[in-house]
């Protein structure tokens, strides 16, 4: 039986090893030995009780694939080293994911374990300061200020709009909803952050207790810089083709691929897909499937009971976009129970 490795297990890579489990003999590395809804972290900081309901540990649900808990240090053409030992393997999927904020010092907003330990750092907070105003920024802002409206909460934003991205109409609900909770927004103006304030571009200090840094995010590849180092592009993704490889056994899901979308768990799911059926194809000497990148449907949670739901020209705020997010996450660990 032909040996595929995952790495990473996130949306991608827990997909492709429960498809693969039952026609390879599957290997899956990960940091963790539980798979997380990542939708739902940011809610970990106001309720970190949260965090068992989000995360199902991979051998739960995975009934034939080995599970390895750890980091792989370097990738070749058909090993990879993980700790001292070198793994073959027939088939590689890379799918570990992406970095949030590394260039700020505070609590990085994509990781839950930092979230979890700030939980009571947030509960005695007087000022709480958000670096970023993307998605991860204005998503935090509503769960935080649900649950602490008396607390001062301000955001710092390097571009003119929160979640610039989007709809317009999806703009301006995010901006009236946490400004109608007293939430103070600096626009076009980037942080230099220090031990208890912050100091913008214009020299304004802003004074905080705790500060969450949710800017951008940076690929995983560092276990590529010395064995592969040809397939990372100069923001370090990985160049794939439209089968997602980069080269015929070796794939890519996810974050850390270049392909232009917006990086979703949606959209890592479907890449997981087309991986996982170009693998079954390679073996079969069948024609591979093409990976067609599509705008996909969009959730924002404005804490519980509030949020934005966006397709194409299609705008919904209010109660129904936080029932589906909430109809969303179910149905996904549904799939893991």
Same mark, same amino acid.
């Given at each position: 039986?032909?040996?595929?490795?995952?790495?990473?297990?996130?949306?991608?890579? @827990?997909?492709?090893? *429960?498809?693969?489990?039952?026609?390879?003999?599957?290997?899956? &590395?990960?940091?963790?030995?539980?798979?997380?809804?990542?939708?739902?972290?940011?809610?970990?900081?106001?309720? =970190?009780?949260?965090?068992?309901?989000?995360?199902? !540990?991979?051998?739960?649900?995975?009934?034939?694939?080995?599970?390895?808990?750890?980091?792989?240090?370097?990738?070749?053409? $058909?090993?990879?080293?993980?700790?001292?030992?070198?793994?073959?393997?027939?088939?590689?999927?890379?799918?570990?994911?992406?970095?949030?904020?590394?260039?700020?010092?505070?609590?990085?907003?994509?990781?839950?374990?930092?979230?979890?330990?700030?939980?009571?750092?947030?509960?005695?907070?007087?000022?709480?300061? &958000?670096?970023?105003?993307?998605?991860?920024?204005?998503?935090?802002?509503?769960?935080?200020?649900?649950?602490? =409206? $008396?607390?001062? +909460?301000?955001?710092?934003?390097?571009?003119?709009?929160?979640?610039?991205?989007?709809? !317009? *109409?999806?703009?301006?609900?995010?901006?009236?909803?946490?400004?109608?909770?007293?939430?103070? &927004?600096?626009?076009?103006?980037?942080?230099?952050?220090?031990?208890?304030?912050?100091?913008?571009?214009?020299?304004?200090?802003?004074?905080? $207790?705790?500060?969450?840094?949710?800017?951008?995010?940076?690929?995983?590849? @560092?276990?590529?810089?010395?064995?592969? =180092?040809?397939?990372?592009?100069?923001?370090?993704?990985?160049?794939?083709?439209?089968?997602?490889?980069?080269?015929?056994?070796?794939?890519?899901?996810? $974050? +850390?691929?270049?392909?232009?979308?917006?990086? @979703?768990? %949606?959209?890592?799911?479907? %890449?997981?897909?087309?991986?996982?059926?170009?693998?079954?194809?390679?073996?079969?000497?069948? !024609?591979?499937?093409?990976?067609?990148?599509?705008?996909? =449907?969009?959730?924002?949670?404005?804490?519980?009971?509030?949020?934005?739901?966006?397709?194409?020209?299609?705008?919904?705020?209010?109660?129904?976009?936080?029932?589906?997010?909430? +109809? &969303?996450?179910?149905?996904?660990?549904?799939?893991?129970?």
């Amino acid at each position: 039986m032909k040996k595929v490795i995952i790495i990473g297990g996130g949306f991608a890579g @827990t997909q492709v090893a *429960k498809t693969l489990e039952s026609k390879f003999q599957v290997i899956l &590395i990960d940091t963790k030995d539980y798979f997380e809804f990542t939708p739902g972290i940011l809610r970990l900081a106001v309720e =970190p009780e949260c965090s068992k309901k989000i995360r199902i !540990p991979h051998k739960s649900y995975l009934k034939k694939a080995k599970v390895l808990k750890g980091s792989v240090n370097s990738i070749s053409g $058909d090993y990879v080293v993980f700790g001292n030992k070198k793994l073959e393997f027939d088939y590689l999927v890379l799918a570990t994911g992406a970095k949030y904020g590394l260039d700020l010092p505070g609590i990085k907003a994509g990781k839950s374990d930092e979230l979890l330990n700030s939980a009571r750092k947030l509960k005695k907070a007087k000022n709480i300061l &958000i670096v970023g105003g993307g998605l991860v920024g204005v998503e935090l802002a509503g769960e935080i200020i649900e649950k602490y =409206p $008396d607390k001062t +909460l301000t955001i710092i934003h390097a571009k003119g709009s929160l979640i610039e991205r989007n709809h !317009p *109409k999806a703009i301006s609900h995010a901006s009236e909803f946490l400004e109608k909770r007293n939430v103070r &927004i600096i626009y076009k103006q980037r942080a230099k952050v220090l031990k208890n304030s912050c100091i913008t571009e214009q020299g304004k200090e802003v004074p905080c $207790d705790l500060i969450y840094i949710c800017t951008g995010i940076s690929p995983n590849t @560092t276990f590529m810089k010395q064995s592969l =180092p040809e397939f990372l592009d100069e923001s370090k993704k990985i160049r794939v083709n439209p089968y997602l490889q980069l080269r015929e056994n070796i794939f890519a899901a996810g $974050d +850390l691929n270049n392909i232009t979308e917006e990086k @979703t768990a %949606q959209a890592a799911e479907k %890449q997981a897909k087309v991986i996982s059926q170009n693998i079954i194809n390679l073996e079969s000497k069948k !024609p591979l499937l093409v990976y067609s990148p599509k705008k996909k =449907p969009m959730v924002i949670s404005l804490g519980k009971y509030n949020g934005i739901f966006e397709y194409n020209n299609i705008v919904l705020t209010g109660k129904i976009p936080a029932l589906i997010k909430w +109809l &969303i996450q179910f149905k996904t660990l549904l799939k893991y129970r």
